[in-house]
């Protein structure tokens, strides 16, 4: 896929106020600090798409951009840790998890994970909670660049084993890394597909 056009449509809190469109959403959340403003704008190429902080928690919006005039790409607030209080952090996971339930055109959700970390039970947590609901969604491990190949092996094999206590069956999962573009064409590859099935 090559991505010719990338604009900011609009930001809001509320998800009966995004987009009224029949075009296929793909959002990206993860933790704070995961690496999601840098991935978006790696997968793009455009550089200051998303805003990129060494500060955890800096996207608290539900962020709609305009790909190609074909499809949406949704950048949504981290979860778990970040500078501001718990209140707030809850109604940021109650209007992310809404957006997520009621959002018709929402075709895939990118949950990013860090590949440095043990299985975090947020991420866990965060990803039953759309298995539950019916949610189609794609693991996203990222800063692959950070681990040798063995590190990297063995931490994505232990996040798969855990997965596998309570699923069935994994789901779609990439490796990625916005410093040297790891797993770019792979990403966009599968929402080229998707996107081509839905029109």
Known sequence: MIIKKAEF???????EKCPLSEKPEFAFVGRSNVGK?????????????????????????????NINDEWFLVDLPGYGYAKVG??????WL????????????????????????????????????MGENGIPFAMVFTK?????????DKN????KDEMLKTWEQLPPLFV????????????????????????
């Open 9 to 15: 449509v609009i930001s809001n809190t509320d998800p």
């Open 37 to 65: 403003s840098s991935l978006i704008n790696m997968l793009t190429g455009f550089g200051d798409l998303a805003k990129v902080s060494t500060a955890p928690g800096k996207t608290r919006l539900i962020n709609h951009f």
């Open 86 to 91: 718990r209140t707030s952090r809850a109604q």
């Open 94 to 129: 109650a209007f992310i998890r809404k957006y997520l339930s009621t959002r018709e055109n929402l075709y895939c959700v990118f949950a990013l994970i860090d590949s440095r970390h043990e299985p975090q039970a947020n991420d866990l947590d965060f990803m039953n909670f």
């Open 144 to 152: 692959a660049d950070k681990l040798s190949r063995k590190q990297l």
């Open 156 to 159: 994505l094999n232990h996040y």
């Open 176 to 199: 990625t890394s916005s410093g040297t573009k790891l797993g770019r064409d792979e990403v966009l590859g599968f929402i080229e597909n998707i996107v081509k099935k839905s029109k």
